[in-house]
């Protein structure tokens, strides 16, 4: 039996997912969380085969979760499920631990291929995002996506930002100070080029960073 941890915000994404692979044979959803803390928990407590995790989540997001999960719990394997299709992130999440990475426009039959070939100890990354990584490698073309230059911490702080939380906020669920918080969201606008957190928020929304609906 695999057993699945659902990680997203969105109840009716759970909710679909859910259906899906309570209708596959030898699958098991043990569990939901809809935000990164509540999956690091879980995952401490539970331990499941599989982790189906999203990135952008209030409070503490996909990346920090994962990488937290890939700390603590070592046997537990990570797919990233996002709408976040665009490098850095597959690469980013890839590099901190995760076993698989599926966009959320991958169909029924592609997840279930995914999370069994992850559990049999494979690596997976939908196609269309592994050509795209293989020919950033060998053209060495990196400029297209300014969102490359970012460090984690910075794709972390990006994302929290572009869903409207504060300074403070960040600084409490990351146990950073106000200070150290503002310095990396500072150093964000110098390598962007922007002025501002609705200019961060359009231009992580014209490079798929985001999806719409996470930026209000």
Known sequence: MINVLLVDDHELV?????????????????????????????C????????????????????????????????????????NCEDPFPSKVMQIGAHGFLTKGAGSDEMVRAIRS?????RYIAPEIAQQIALAQVTGRTDENP????????LQIMLMITKG??????????????KTVNS?????????????????????IRHKMIDIDVSY
């Open 14 to 42: 759970r909710t679909g997912i859910r259906r899906i692979l309570d209708d596959v044979r030898g699958f098991k959803v043990v569990g939901e969380a809809k935000d990164g803390e509540a999956a690091v928990q879980f």
């Open 44 to 83: 401490r407590q539970h331990t499941p085969n599989i982790v189906l995790m999203d990135m952008n989540m209030p409070g503490m997001g996909g990346l920090e979760a994962t990488k937290k999960i890939c700390r603590y719990c070592p046997d537990v394997k990570i797919i990233v499920l996002t709408v």
């Open 118 to 122: 992850v559990h049999a100890g494979q």
């Open 147 to 154: 969102f490359q230059s970012l460090s984690e911490r910075e």
């Open 165 to 178: 939380e504060k300074a403070q906020d960040i600084a409490e669920r990351l146990n950073l100070s106000s």
């Open 184 to 204: 990396y969201r500072y150093r964000m606008f110098e390598k962007l080029n922007v002025g501002g957190d609705v200019e961060l928020t359009h231009l992580a």
